[in-house]
C-alpha cells in the first residue's frame, strides 16, 4: 500500500531542494518542472501523487503505461514518454502521451510527423496538451559512449535537430539526457553543462524564435546538480516513489 504521508513528505523535501538548489544559481523554482517518474510504480502511487499536486508524470514503456492509463483518473496530468520508443510502438505512444522526451532521430521524429497527421486526437484532450494537433517533443542526447543508453549521438544531433524543428506535427521544446551513474552526483555535472552548452550553440543558430528550449536532465540523486547547470524539467522517481518495486 501507498502511504500518501509518506509520499507528501517526500515530495515536501524535493520541493524544498529544488527551491534551494535554484536559489543557489539565481533561479525561481517556479522555472523548474518536478516530471515524477512513475515506470514500475503502481496505479495508486500515482493517483496519490496526483491527489498531492503532482502534474506531470514519466513512463518509459508504452505498454506499461497503456494498462495503467485506463485505470487512473488524472485529467490535468500530463504524461511524458521517457523511454527509447520503437517504431512498431511510435502510433500508441502519440496517442497515449501528451509529450515524447525521447525522440533520438530524424527517423522516428519523421514516424511521429506522419502518425500525427493520420490519428485523431487521444492525448490531445487533456487540457494540459496544448496545441492538439502537435505533440511536443524533446530530442534524447547521448553524451556518453555507454552502449546500453539510448540517445542521439552528439555528432548526429544538429541534422536531428533541424529534421525535428522542420516538422509541423510535432513542437520542438527542448533537449533531454541521462548521463552515466555516479556515486558523487557532482561527476555528473560536465553531462549536465554539456547539454546546456548544446542546447545554447544550436538554439542560437536558428532563426526560429518561437522554439522553447527546456533541459530535462537530473534524477533522484542529482537533480539539485542537474539546476545548477540549468535544468528546466527533472525526473524524479524513487526520491518521491520510494524504492522501485522489482519487476
Ligand atoms: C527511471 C528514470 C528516471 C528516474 O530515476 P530515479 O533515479 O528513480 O529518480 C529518470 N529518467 C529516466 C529516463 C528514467 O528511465
Redesign the pocket.
Known sequence: MYDLADMAENLADIRERIAAAAARCGRRAEEITLVA?S?TFPVEAIQGAYELGVRHF?E?RVQEFESKEKELDCREATWHL??HLQGNKARRAAQLFHRIDSVDSAALAQKLERLMNEIPDAAGDAPSAGDSKRRDVLIEVRLSDEATKSGAAQADLPAVFEAVAGLTGLRLRGLMT?PPFFEDPEDARPYFRRLRALRDDLWKGTSRADLAGELSMG???DFEVAIEEGATEI?????LFGK?PPI
Open positions: 517518474v515506470k514519466g518509459n521517457i523511454g541521462i534524477m533522484s540523486h525526473r524524479i522517481g524513487t526520491a522501485r
